[in-house]
């Protein structure tokens, strides 16, 4: 087969439909991630407007440009839209249109998951730009204290659409990030090792990670403060044994790990930039990636530095002082091992190098404002200031923003297979460095006199005046720049001249095929054998669109990939992936029907939406199921994998780990939660305990511990080739007998609306009882896969999978009822 | 703490503009690493930010309030958007707004709220501290001269927070004793 | 799975006895002052969990130097020695202040 007719076929099975329609049904990583991109900077256009007209305001003493009531509308969506809808979503993007590139396979490990978050992301946006168009825009700031975000303080809709559409968005920040991780460690080209991955690669890896554990507390805090403002659950209510500062602990334990979760992809876009731009390689690979995942951790033991002024005692505080002081040695270490990188090359002016000096110059300030703000007794004066502002953008703009304009330029030519023409980048990055720079200096000058950060206004005797014009001067020099940004890739993509394969000589496999991507990304998959394969074969493009890697040969309109062990990149087994479907977008319609009918109060909807969910869920699983035992898969080189259906770990199996990896840390943020109440909180003791019983106490943990024992003996019946389906359907009775404790436990909750104990026992029984009904679902499907004939000894991957969640829901569950339970005995 | 940071932010700068000279490529990646990563990543930044925590505790430790001071009492409670104040030495006194203190003694202001979270800030008297729903937080200040000094709320707290300013009145002894015999001067 | 995990204990055995020891801290202290010798029993009680942490840190990374325990030769043992480095420093480092401040002013 002649390379040309490799493509042809290759294109038939991997493109997406055609025109618009295309959008909807697409499962491709390539179409995907371009849409995440594309959206993430439509967002990042509402935001700069917001922010252009927040300096519009300060621009003069009172100023009459915008009531208080508008202003704060304006200042908490321009930070809510960065945050949440531009930030987050463009390293999704990114990572979502890289990785598999970069990783040398064919797309991601769950492709309708990453069609689903983008459309949850799309829609949960939307959501919140519409409120805002109708002036019902969420106004608390971006962090949403309660007590001013409780229903007391803001009655109106404004603070639903916030704690609503952001949990909406954040099931796509979670759903990318299990894709990411998985798709990293298991779908790779055969031969590369863990140390021959990207360094791009290893800052994805560890950016999941983080949000996998960095989110949730975030979604806990939010259901909670809906549940009080839409239910009267107090427990953010300090008289009704609540605690505003939970909030403040939740929102915080996401938030600082969330600055290191926009930094690090970031990193990571230098790293790989940085080295090409100086024709060397990176200086202490090792290093850097030590380096990343010590920031990872280091980053979730600083949130209580967003908490310096609460009262916290001093030495509470000093522990997260000498945290936060700590995190800038690791951070040191990447910033210097870049420096090395550069001193060891020879660095070239070009403009994607231009805004990585843009990041240093920046960074590099905010960094150090950053740690004076880690010392206590200045962060008290600093605290709530415009220094604090100042601070925030300048690590955000030159930790992120800048690296990702780089990151754009370097990959233009990859999107679009053309080469700059125009020389408006020059312009355009003098243009936004010198901008942001005269804005956010005197933004710091002018909160070490004394502005409070988010005033709508100030009198001229506050001396204030000068600074307040030249920052806004300022901020639209830097608008004008990023227009001009948007302008010269517009030309780009329109109208410069076909630029050759790999413009920039990378020695990374994104640059091994034509550009723009094919829809299959790669005709066949290469053998990897170092850290830089491009440098090692330059004509390795050639080799693999002959067809002379792995799985060069299309197949009966299949979508083949390959998966490897995670450390040693050794082939496993063989993936066939599902092509087109309307489903995700489907789904995630659904989803934000549920989520709309909250919002609005319609609850009666409420019921039939999850009931929608579902059924559309289980329709997603049935398409994975096989009648007949596949045979040893050929992938060329005279290599015979085994089908990811007849294996013990599949990749089902992998994304559920991730999955319970995020709700596992939901779990114990809601148990942090309780016993912060119970220690902490003023109000306590309750007025009413609850009242434990031992039957139900001993029914609920005797279904959980025999649930998982019985998936065990399915497996083991199922591989010895015995019927396994009384033992699942015993599994499904223990997690139901499981389920039905903990709706005991909820109806039985002691007043929930009138002390937090009883709210949160509430939450803690109706999390066993989703829990108990997602196991049992789930064991009855695979009940169902039994009788229909969609399992055999060797067809066993959706086993280990059920059992999985099984374990997970008996220990949780099992966690719940003793929670519960002994409260009420010890009362 | 500026100076610092600037002396910083300058040597980043020098060795980033160093990295664009004509040069051979020099040593060892080894080497490289040596000097790179283990000197300028790892160690610089540890001693500097060891002797910075060690600084900033130091002078926290100091600004923690000692026990067995006698301190004046006062109790400052914010609602939205006023401050009302209140004095131990004098239970019917309440101002709204103004708060009355001595110069030259430990004043020991117990912040609460009524309603969501404030801030009770006086830039030139101390740093910040919360006033948060169902807790009590005490800050200890000294005033060393007589004077008025200019507060404000610093947690933003809806739409009337950027007129929530408060002053603090500091009087000599004489000045002390009268406001609290309710004559002020 | 293994090679992933020795890198990870450390620095989450570092999160762990940091939170825990932050959170045993605000429970001592809304418990009451009182005083042990001379020694305010917040610190007596606070100072035993600190040495804990630090000796489980340095048993992980002897391990980590044991040739039974550790990860084949190259990056992947680089980077779990790292991981065991970072979990130390970290538990010295946020932790000394247990024994260097006024407990709970």
Redesign the interface.
Known sequence: MRALERHRKLSAIWASETGFRGWFSTVNHNDLGRMFLFTAFLFFIIGGLLAMLIRVQLATPHSAFAGPEIYNQIFTMHGTVMMFLFAIPTFEGLAIYLLPKLLGTRDLAFPRLTAYGFWCYAFGGTMLIVAMVFGIAPDGGWFMYPPLSSAIHSPGINADFWLIGITFVEISAIAAAVEITVSVLKYRAPGMSLEKMPIFAWYALVTALMILTGFPPLILGSVLLELERAFGLPFFQADLGGDSLLWQHLFWLFGHPEVYIIFLPAAGVISTVLPVMCRTTLLGYGWIVSAALALAFLSFGLWVHHMFTTGIPHLGLAFFSAASTLVAVPTGVQIFAWIGTMWKGRPELHLPMLHILGFFVTFVIGGLTGVMVAVVPFDWQAHDTAFITAHLHYVLFGGFVFPIFAGIYYWLPHFTGRRQFFRLGELAFALVFSGFHITFLAMHWAGLLGQRRRISAYAPEDGWTTINLISSVGSFILAIGIAMILIDVLLHVFTARRSRRNPWNASTLEWAMITPAPAYTFASLPQVSSRDPLAREPELATTLARGEGFLGTPRDGLRETLAVDSASGRPEMHVLYPANTRLPIIMSAVTGLFFLSLLLKFYWIVPLALAGVIVLAWKWVRSLGLRDDPAMQPVGHDLNLPSSATVERAPGWWGSVFLLTANGTFFAALLFGFAFLWTVAPGWPPPVWFTPSVAELALGVAGAVIAPLAMRRAIRRNRAGDAPLFSVLIALSGSAVLGIACAALMLRAPAPTEHAYGSTLLVLGGYGLFHAIIAALMGGFLARQIRCGYTSAKRRAAFPIVALWVKYTSITGAIILLAAHLSGMLS | ?LAG?AA??GL??I??G???RNRR??GE?AG??R???LG???G???LV??A??A???V???R???R?GVEAVQVSAQAR?WEWRFTYADAPALETTGVLHIPAGRPVDIA?TTA???H?FWV?RL?????A????T??LRLEADAPGTYQG?S?????????GFAFEVVVHDNSGWAAFLRGQPE | MTEIFRILIAPLVWFVSFSAIYGLHGVLCETGPGAFEGWPVQRVVLISPVLLAIALQVVNLWMLYQPRFTAPAGLLRFVSRAGGWTGLVATVWTLFPVVALSACT
């Open positions: 703490m940071a910083i932010f980043v700068m060795l980033l160093l990295s664009f490529s020099s990646e490289q690493i000097v790179w990563i300028l990543g790892l610089f930044p540890a930010l060891g910075l925590l600084y900033g505790l002078i926290g430790e600004l923690v309030p026990q939205r912040i309603d969501v979270i801030s830039p101390a740093g910040k501290l919360d948060i729903p169902g807790h937080n005490t404000v610093a947690e933003f707290s809806g739409a009337g927070y950027d």
